[in-house]
């Protein structure tokens, strides 16, 4: 069973920085997709960005392009957003997820298999 944690949440003020980081248990992460999704209150889970098995290969959402940027360091089992000009409609839930199916980078939730419980940013203005 794959776990994933994710960390990096907190509350910050709109224009603000912040990183998030998801540790996955299994070694054979690195040759699997990861993405971070997001879902804010009342809203559906949104696709935000992912990342193919090399890290060659990045896909996010129009509305974060520019400011996030996902990554990830194989050999510790971690994945990354970095996430830049931070708004308040960025405020959600984010959730880290891998797939058992590809290696290939995304958006579709369908596409992966494991999600973590998730890490509240709160983006205040």
């Known amino acids: 069973q794959v776990e994933l944690v994710e960390s990096g949440g907190r509350l910050v003020q709109a224009g603000d920085s912040l990183r998030l980081s998801c540790a996955a248990s299994?070694?054979?992460?690195?040759?699997?997709?990861m993405a971070w999704f997001r879902q804010a209150p009342g809203k559906e889970r949104e696709f935000v960005a992912s990342?193919?098995?090399?890290?060659?290969?990045?896909k996010y959402v129009d509305s974060v392009k520019g400011r996030f940027t996902i990554s990830r360091d194989n050999a510790k089992n971690m994945v990354y957003l970095q996430m830049t000009s931070l708004r308040p409609e960025d405020t959600a839930v984010y959730y880290c997820?891998?797939?058992?199916?590809?290696?290939?980078?995304?958006?579709?939730?369908?596409?992966?298999?494991?999600w973590g419980q998730g890490t509240q940013v709160t983006v205040s203005s």
């Open positions: 990342i193919s098995w090399s890290g060659d290969d990045t």
């Open positions: 997820s891998q797939s058992r199916q590809s290696g290939s980078a995304n958006y579709r939730w369908s596409h992966y298999d494991y």
């Open positions: 299994e070694p054979s992460f690195s040759a699997y997709a």
